[in-house]
């Protein structure tokens, strides 16, 4: 439990650069953990879920060294892992869990996988089925849920995969699987999700072809190690400029951030708000990098709906909070992905912000927020990350503007993705 900052008449100041992107560092040691010969990672993040994924491949005999400067992954090749002799741990990590299903689903062996208990209630069968009509088996609790067993399996097979939702994860488990069946595997997608499994299949020199929102992979031969440099991670970037934003008398820089088109969400959506965003891009290899420059100024509310989700879906909450300070109302809908994240993150926004006075509802697939309300307890107020990284993190943000004492419970859930986070945001309130 701690006590909020509060940011001072000066405001937010500074130039920052945040930790390494979160799905990038996931995906970079798994890529690495396939190739042939070694991996170097840059800026790789080590937080706890990343970390989830790391101690999987060290279980399955894969050599990695990792110091303050980088991380050497001794890749194995493809399906050449070790049987490890304990369950698989993915802690509160979905990414880890559906990605590594995928990857893992033809191994000559049993893998018992298991998470904490906000992992045990999030839905799997949304990986489980696809990858069972290429060949998988799954034996899962209540057929849906952690703890489970990927099941020991010598072939795939390719499909031709409509996706029914806007799921990276669920892309990337079935590509991931695609790289190891027999023949084609091709996933549509109706809306865009981020692409960085593509991205770093090509970087690997892995086969793929992507035809607009139709992605083909075969079965690779061979993918090579390779030198990944891990953008910094707009969604831990995307708390610090809401901050500065919403904060009075503010201008805070974030470096060399990653922005990827499917993941520019939040910026694309601050700007239909009324923002001013400075974006200076670097060029760059795999993916695009950007330094990030941003005041303080007045936002309107706008409407956001399912078209816009996917590439903000993790910044949803963090922009909830902006729309408790722009004039007029802020709608979001088609959002009912956010039910089956960490929280349930309809739910615990609404209920956290209206502990501050926001004037926010809850509707089934979004949320309705009247902006222009200043935030404030009435002598103060005790708000909860229910163990939720992001949620955590967005009340801490929130903390900053809120007229009275905040006390924060559960603040360590953002070691999830974003371990330095308070110390960061101390570090640029002047
Ligand atoms: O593929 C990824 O790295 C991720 C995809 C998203 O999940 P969904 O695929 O469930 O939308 C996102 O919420 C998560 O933080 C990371
Ligand atoms: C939803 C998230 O991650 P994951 O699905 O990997 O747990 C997140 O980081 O906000």
Redesign the pocket.
Known sequence: MIKLQKATQKGLHGELLVPGD?SISHRALMFGAIAEGKTEIKNFLTSA?VLHTMGVFKSLGVDIDYNDERVLVNGRGLGHFNQPNQALDMG?????TRLLMGLLSRQPFDLAIFGDASLSKRPLNRVSEPLKQMGAKFELSQDNYLPGVIQANNTLHGITYQMPVASA?VKSAILLAGMQAEGETTVIETIKSRDHTERMLQQFGGHIQIDGNQITVTQQERLLGQQVLVPSDI?SAAFFIVAALITPHSEITLKNVGVNPTRIGVLTLLERMGAIIEIHQHDTIGEPIADITVRSQDLQGINITAADIPSAV?ELPILALAATQASGDTVISGAEELRV??TDRIATVVTELKKLGANIEETSDGMIIHGGTPLQTKVSATVNSHGD??IGMMLAVAGLITAGDVTLQDELAMA??YPEFLSDLKQVIS
């Open positions: 979160k879920d509160n990590s979905g990414t880890s994860q969604s993790d994240k960490e990284h992001r999830v993705s």
